[in-house]
């Protein structure tokens, strides 16, 4: 009998083990130091401000505050006018721990980043993709300026 080669495995033995995707995720977390973000859902609350004596409305608190990476992706700017107003449309990836949840429309702000430029910013969630076998989270958001 010819000697199984590496294509055949060992017979009984799962190809992709069933714990893959969560023994990979404290891995990838550990690379996720580059900016902290906070996420949340868009809309405001309404709250009681002192000063003005009246209810003011104010941005939802964040529902997840953490570390990400945050890169803008190699595809060109979309540039849109809207009512004689030129907006520039750039498109980001944010990848955040797989236990996130993020939606479309979700904000996202970039609280602490090494880029001065990007720092404050808030970016609008388009797509956050989902699969099986992921041990990170890659969330794509447009900045509009």
């Known amino acids: 009998m010819p000697r199984p080669t590496r294509a055949h495995g060992r017979p009984d033995t799962e190809v992709i083990p069933t714990d893959w995707a969560a023994s990979h995720r404290p891995v990838a977390e550990k ?3 580059a900016a902290t973000v906070e996420l949340r859902h868009p809309g405001t609350t309404q709250a009681w401000d002192p000063g003005a004596e009246q209810m003011v409305d104010v941005p939802r608190a964040p529902y997840w505050t ?3 990476r945050v890169q803008m992706l190699a595809t060109r700017d979309q540039v849109n006018v809207v ?3 030129v907006e520039y449309v750039a498109q980001y990836r944010i990848v955040v721990p ?9 904000l996202c702000t970039v609280t602490v980043v ?5 720092a404050g910013r ?3 969630v388009g797509l956050v993709a989902t699969g099986s076998l992921i041990w ?3 969330v794509y958001a447009a900045l509009v300026s």
Not at 114 to 118: G, H, T, Y
């Open 98 to 106: 797989a236990a996130v949840a993020p939606t479309p429309a979700d």
């Open 31 to 33: 690379t996720m130091r």
């Open 66 to 68: 953490g570390t990400a």
């Open 136 to 138: 990170e989270r890659d």
């Open 83 to 85: 009512v004689g107003d």
């Open 122 to 124: 808030t970016l609008t």
């Open 114 to 118: 090494d880029d001065a430029v990007l």
